[in-house]
């Protein structure tokens, strides 16, 4: 039964016309500092993955507000904000500003991301901070973007900054400035993203101190009462989940071309209006760079339960008080300082997908069954032109959400983890060696259901250059997107490589060093597709026809996975259909789902060892 | 000497407004129910009430102009003509793929907008151009002819054509287009995207051009019908529609380019407002529309409104700032840069989870409406706190059209919010007011300090029927020293069409660092642009000598993902590009409060805009001022500032030409109410405009 929320949190009540003004200017704020690093950055990856985040801090260094860019960067900032007042606390002087991207000894997340951090001072009182961190194009470390797969420890990774200070009483520190220059592959870019994000606190600095200045000494206790409303809200809704241990685990594949499979296990307990993720008998760090520092496993837990219980919740701390973590040390979700992490992505989003599995059941209509599993990342690089200049693009292919108990699942979108756009195919092809052949939804995926899952997303690429190389990071191909409800589950990632000369490769979803490829070369890759949502011979039969009529599948589906058999004029044919049903319904339990695997892979002509290690 | 008029008619989604400028600087305006089963018939009502009045014949108008939310309705209302797609193979679902993001993060229910042209009705057809405009695979003409039997089979209505890289050569689209054309005859629209939006950026152009056929057959008949309405009353002027510019173009042009019309509502308010600036002297100017159910905000700075591009349509709510969209259609065309809020005075008041007060985004529209119209509503309102607070006439608004009910609005608020929170009635009243300023605050800084520009530098011009009931507040917040209100502020809107200028343009993308361009290249492109846009004025009418060339670009340092646009002098000289570079650094200083002078700037878009300069006096003049109150009538209002209730004269707009006088005051007009508050003080400028500034 759900649980009254505790009497002392619903007692106390200011203002409520002054919180919700004071709301949305923090809000406004933190989304005014969002932009400036949106529009004026020069990371791709700040652009297509909004891989970066801005906030605000009361004077203690509590988070008031953070602008809505990525829930993966949800628990970025109170770690770094404590290591900073235990740091430096009373010598924090106006016109300071704090640089960091140490994920273990300064609570980071990984190299790539550099937070700096301005205090904000009002009449020579600090009143608090802005902040911002971005994703960095280079900061040095084994292969350019500094995420190499085949990193074993932090120290290949890439330039390793403490909390330091980039200005010191408004003076900026050359010396910083100068060994960030000399430690990325495109200083230029680390240098513009710095000024952006610079920029953005700067800015929203003095707006902040003259909103302190405006409610005057009334201004801590209003922003106590915002962080108790926060809290209020959250603990209100959990308690309206019943109370219990939900349950769940899912998988990666595997490290590189032969790692042995990552379990995922998590155990999320409901208590009242408190809520504990604990990942107990998760797998152990490995010897990759996909380790997860805690700092993005904080973040995956405020993500997956704002995910469940929907919108409308202020992005400030007091909404965190009510949430737990326990994460094993030594495990992929909390590794050893030391272990190499720059590509972590892939384990935040199989946490999120291992989370919603886990409140599926005990929050029906609330969370999806698993959609794509995060993005595949792909990245071809090379020399071209007479002086020989370096090219580099990675892409992200992604876009598939599972079944939902009241709408089907959706293709053609960005995961839930993290607000992600994707490339212009006309701008790619005007300035790189490569074409993009084909870009849409693989007919015959994803995974049946009565609400059936989102398509997979497929694009193919032709080299167009003499020679380039390579990475891949996809996963899922033997550990599926999980169904809900009866469903099926989603279909498996692809990825095949046709040379020049008619040969066709499958490739394995991760390589671990650069593969080289030619002119001509033809490299198609199908992420996985969504899963399905309830039973698949229980969808209406019109519902299935739609989709035949629209070429998302084929009138073989139709009547092997959800036995809906087609009269020549595309529709339903009742009878047929009916008895058709009554038969798949009597199937031993998982053959309907390799019967759609089946299909699926004959549609895209492949053979059906494919889940085997290639 | 015979008078001549000019004719403006606004449709909104209760009344029309129309307005009648005779060339003897006369101004007459009437209000008359819109009438949604043909729109035409509500503009020709008010035009012949407005003519008998005056007592002029049909003949005597010489021109018309039309601001109309058809199109918009067409898309939110899924009512556009039945669209077919046909792009290059392999291609057929970037247009629903669109750019993958979510418009809100955390909603996992969240469903796609339904694509306007259905995935079974989206063709492909073997060819392909490379980024430098050379055949990879010539266009498979055969196919285009099963395509069009297919398409005649389906009981399609309109054809979008969209080809990969066609902006660098259209050659392939201009044949399929004659092709199809040509197969399926007249009664079919077909629009192709280099006619439409030639640049690059694949899902963007394509979304465009399928809106643009989507609303094709729509928009055409609609036009149609109002120009044979208009003709058989006698009303055979030339019609222009206002473009989501601003600016205005004939009703044939806008029915080939229907796409360019959308939001061409709100930016005749913002013509109006940058014309009636320029007239009386404010060049900086932020205007504040608040309507029924939204508030919009846009800039005018050194007397231009500013633009965008980015546009969505079906999304809902176009917040310019928004940090992320995806909700609806993108659509890369000119819009004034509007932003709205989902607040207005049907905003519905109500008290959230946590204990704190929100007013809108749901609205009581105008049936039921507000708890005080008396029409069922039960849910307290932003107009139900205004009349509680006194600053709306208890009995009635619009001069006694509309009866009001304040006891409804009493208990509403009573029983939904101050009952509950434990506030006395006019505190809660004072929260909900003060909270949809605060809301209102964020449509304005969304076009001001998030472009890095400060309020402060800027008259704050309110207007629609709401805006000058709340702009002080919303002036007060920002720290802004003046508001206006304009005269006829509620039909402010249709004011502005009669200063809309004739306007087209064409864009051309060059995607090139600006170190590996010449000026002579620069020089060449724009030629080109040049011939087109002079084609288009003059189908227009547009004699030679009177048209008028503004020159942009749409820069960015390399690798950044987001343009800003900055003029081009009108003659190149040799250092052009040395001028745009330092134009660029400038502006993004300017915008993002950073920049450098090291980095390398790219040419990504040039557009060339044609202006007609022979289009008569579009200079704004005030209407005759109304009639002076009779006596001084005095209202017991309450205040946030005093915490209290106190007598408060109020006032007609004409009790103001005796000089400026101290708030609080209430000044009440037929179509609107502005409340001046202590601290301020009210006069009228030499236009009428009421120009409220903070006592000294």
Redesign the interface.
């Known amino acids: 039964m759900p649980l009254a929320p505790r009497p002392e949190i619903?007692a106390t009540?200011s203002?409520?016309?002054t919180?919700?003004?004071l709301?949305?200017?923090l809000e406004?704020l933190a989304?005014?500092m969002?932009?400036?690093i949106?529009?004026?950055?020069?990371?791709?990856i700040?652009?297509?993955s909004?891989d970066y985040s801005t906030a605000i801090f009361d004077a203690e260094g509590r988070l008031v507000a953070q602008?809505?860019?990525n829930?993966i960067h949800l628990g970025s900032f109170p770690r770094v904000m404590t290591r900073l007042l235990e740091t430096f606390g009373a010598t924090i002087a106006e016109g300071d500003g704090f640089l960091v991207n140490d994920p273990y000894a300064a609570g980071g997340m990984h190299l790539p991301d550099i937070f700096f951090i301005r205090p904000v001072f009002q009449a020579g009182q600090r009143v608090g901070f802005t902040a911002s961190l971005v994703h960095h194009t280079d900061i040095g470390g084994l292969a350019p973007g500094s995420m190499a797969l085949n990193a074993e420890e932090i120290h290949q990774e890439g330039l390793r900054i403490p909390l330091v200070r980039l200005f010191e009483a408004g003076r900026p520190n050359a010396a910083v400035f100068d060994m960030l220059r000399a430690n990325s592959r495109m200083p230029?870019?680390v240098?513009?993203d710095l000024?952006?994000q610079?920029?953005?606190c700067?800015?929203v600095a003095r707006?902040f101190a003259a909103l302190v200045a405006k409610h005057g000494a009334a201004f801590p206790a209003l922003i106590d009462e915002l962080h108790d409303?926060?809290e209020?809200?959250v603990r209100?809704?959990i308690a309206e989940i019943p109370d219990g241990v939900m349950r769940a685990v899912d998988y990666i594949d595997g490290l590189g071309e032969s790692g042995a499979r990552i379990d995922f296990h998590v155990a999320i307990t409901v208590k009242g209006s408190e809520i504990t993720f604990d990942w107990e008998g998760t797998s152990d760090q490995v010897a990759g760079a996909i380790n997860c520092p805690i700092t993005t496993t904080w973040s995956l837990a405020y993500a997956a339960l704002?995910?469940?219980?929907?919108?409308?919740?202020p992005n400030c701390e007091g909404y965190m008080r009510p949430i737990h973590l326990r994460a094993p040390e030594g495990s992929i979700v909390n590794p050893r300082d030391g272990a190499a992490c720059a590509a972590r992505g892939v384990i935040a989003y199989r946490m999120l997908d291992t989370c919603f599995a886990a409140f599926g059941p005990l929050m029906p209509?609330?969370?999806?069954a698993g959609g794509e599993g995060g993005p595949t990342a792909i990245t071809f690089s090379g020399r071209q032109g007479p002086r020989q200049v370096q090219w580099l693009v990675t892409d992200g292919i992604?876009?598939s959400?599972g079944g939902?108990r009241?709408?089907d699942g959706?293709?053609?979108?960005?995961s839930?983890g993290a607000?992600?756009?994707?490339q212009?195919?006309?701008?790619m092809?005007?300035r790189l060696p490569l074409?993009v052949?084909?870009?849409?939804?693989a007919p015959n995926s994803g995974g049946a259901g009565r609400r059936r899952g989102g398509l997979a997303?497929q694009r193919?690429y032709v080299i167009e250059a003499e020679t380039a190389s390579m990475t891949l990071r996809s996963d899922r191909r033997r550990n599926l997107p999980l169904a809900m409800d009866g469903g099926l589950p989603g279909s498996p990632s692809v990825t095949t490589l046709q040379h020049a000369d008619g040969r066709c490769s499958l490739l394995p979803t991760m390589n671990m060093g650069p593969r080289p490829l030619q002119r001509g070369d033809r490299v198609m890759h199908i992420a996985a597709g969504g899963a399905g949502y309830g039973d698949p011979l229980t969808r209406p039969p019109e519902a299935v026809a739609e989709d035949c009529?629209?070429?998302?599948l084929d009138a073989g589906h139709a009547r092997t996975v959800y036995g809906v058999v087609l009269a020549a004029d595309g529709a339903p044919d009742p009878l047929a259909t009916d008895a058709l049903r009554r038969d798949l319904s009597r199937l031993e339990p998982g053959e309907l789902a390799m019967r759609q695997q089946a299909h699926f892979l004959e549609t895209i002509g492949a053979g059906p060892g494919i889940g085997d290690r290639p | 000497m015979t008078i001549t008029y000019r004719l403006g008619a606004d449709i909104g989604g209760t009344f029309t407004d129309v307005v009648l400028r005779g060339n003897d600087e006369t101004i007459h305006q009437c209000k008359v129910s819109s009438t949604p089963a043909d729109y035409s018939l509500g503009i020709l009502n008010g035009a012949q009430e407005l003519l008998s009045r005056v007592g002029a014949d049909p003949a005597q108008v010489s021109e018309i102009i039309h601001a109309t939310t058809v199109a918009t309705n067409t898309v939110l209302e899924g009512k556009g003509a039945k669209t077919a797609l046909v792009t290059t193979?392999?291609?057929?679902?970037?247009v629903?793929?669109?750019?993958?993001?979510?418009p809100?993060?955390?909603?996992?229910?969240?469903?796609?907008p339904v694509p306007l042209a259905?995935?079974?009705h989206r063709y492909e057809v073997s060819e392909r151009m490379?980024?430098d405009g050379s055949v990879l695979v010539p266009l498979a003409e055969a196919e285009l002819t099963t395509i069009a039997a297919e398409i005649r089979a389906a009981g399609i209505e309109a054809v979008a054509i969209s080809f990969?890289?066609s902006?660098a050569n259209p050659d392939h689209e201009a044949r399929a287009f004659a092709l199809l054309a040509e197969a399926l005859g007249p009664d079919i629209y077909l629009t192709r995207s280099t006619e439409v939006l030639p640049e690059?950026?694949?899902?963007?152009r394509t979304s465009t051009v399928v809106v643009n056929a989507y609303l094709g057959p729509v928009v055409k008949r609609y036009l149609l019908s109002l120009e044979r309405r208009l003709a058989s009353a006698g009303l055979a002027a030339p019609l222009s529609i206002v473009q989501s510019s601003g600016g205005a173009m004939s009703a044939r042009a806008a029915a080939e380019i229907p796409a360019a019309i959308i939001e061409s509502g709100p930016a005749a308010g913002v013509i109006a407002a940058a014309n009636l600036g320029r007239a009386a002297g404010y060049g900086e100017i932020i205007t504040f529309d608040m309507g029924g159910t939204t508030a919009k905000a846009a800039m005018i700075e050194g007397g231009e409104p500013t633009r965008t591009t980015e546009y969505e349509v079906g999304a809902g709510i176009n917040l310019s700032?928004k940090?992320?969209k995806g909700g609806g259609h993108s659509v890369k065309m000119p819009f004034i840069d509007v932003s709205e809020i989902g607040a207005g005075g049907g905003s519905i008041v109500r008290?959230?989870?946590?204990?704190?007060?929100?007013v809108g985004p749901d609205s009581a529209g105008s049936s039921p409406g507000p708890a005080c119209y008396d029409l069922g509503g039960e849910d307290p309102t932003f107009t139900d706190a205004a009349v509680v607070l006194g600053y709306l006439n208890p009995e009635h608004l619009a001069g006694g059209a509309v009866a009001l009910n304040a006891a409804k609005a009493r208990d509403a608020l009573q029983a939904r919010v101050a009952g509950p929170?434990g506030l006395t009635l006019d505190?809660a009243a004072?929260?909900v007011y003060?909270?949809a300023a605060?809301?209102m605050?964020?449509a304005v800084?969304a076009v001001s300090?998030?472009r890095?520009r400060d309020p402060r530098d800027f008259a704050l011009f309110a207007f629609g029927g709401n805006g000058p009931l709340v702009a002080v507040q919303v002036a007060e917040l920002l720290d802004m020293g003046r508001v206006v209100v304009p005269p006829s502020p509620g039909v402010f809107s249709a004011l502005g069409l009669l200063h809309s200028q004739t306007r087209r343009e064409l864009t051309r993308t060059v995607?090139r660092p600006l170190a590996a361009l010449t000026p002579e290249a620069l020089q060449h492109g724009l030629d080109a642009l040049r011939e087109g846009v002079a084609r288009a004025l003059a189908d227009e009418g547009c004699a030679p000598d009177a048209m008028r060339f503004q020159i942009e670009a749409d820069l960015r340092?390399v690798?950044?993902?987001?343009e800003l646009t900055v003029p081009v002098a009108a003659e190149l000289p040799e250092g052009i590009l040395d001028a745009l570079g330092a134009a660029f650094h400038g502006e993004?200083a300017r915008?993002?409060?950073?920049a450098?002078d090291?980095?390398a700037v790219e040419l990504v878009n040039l557009r060339l805009i044609g202006l007609r300069a022979d289009s008569g006096d579009r200079t704004f003049r005030a209407p005759p001022l109304g009639t002076p109150a009779r006596g001084t009538h005095h209202r017991k209002v309450h205040f946030a500032a005093l915490g209290a209730r106190v007598a408060t004269p109020v006032l007609t707009r004409a009790d103001l030409a005796g000089g400026r006088r101290a708030g609080p005051l209430i000044v009440e007009e037929y179509d609107s109410t502005t409340v001046v508050p202590p601290g301020w003080g009210a006069e009228l400028d030499a236009f009428t405009n009421i120009v409220i500034t903070k006592e000294a």
């Open positions: 619903t009540r203002d409520p016309v919180l919700e003004i709301k949305n200017a406004s989304d005014e969002a932009l400036i949106l529009r004026s950055a020069y990371s791709p700040v652009r297509d909004m602008g809505l860019t829930p230029g870019e240098m513009g000024r952006a610079i920029s953005a700067d800015t707006s409303y926060a209020r809200l209100q809704r704002r995910n469940a219980l929907g919108p409308g919740i209509g609330l969370v999806p992604l876009g959400w939902r009241d709408h959706v293709e053609g979108i960005s839930p607000n992600l756009s994707n212009p195919i006309e701008l092809e005007a074409r052949e084909s870009y849409g939804f997303m193919t009529r629209d070429g998302l | 193979r392999g291609f057929r679902d970037v629903e793929i669109g750019r993958l993001r979510v809100q993060l955390y909603d996992l229910n969240y469903v796609k259905l995935r079974r490379l980024a990969l890289h902006y690059i950026r694949e899902y963007e700032s940090l992320v008290l959230d989870a946590g204990g704190a007060l929100r929170a505190q004072s929260g003060a909270i605060a809301t605050m964020r800084k300090t998030y890095g995607y340092y690798g950044q993902a987001y993004h915008t993002y409060g950073h450098s090291e980095d």
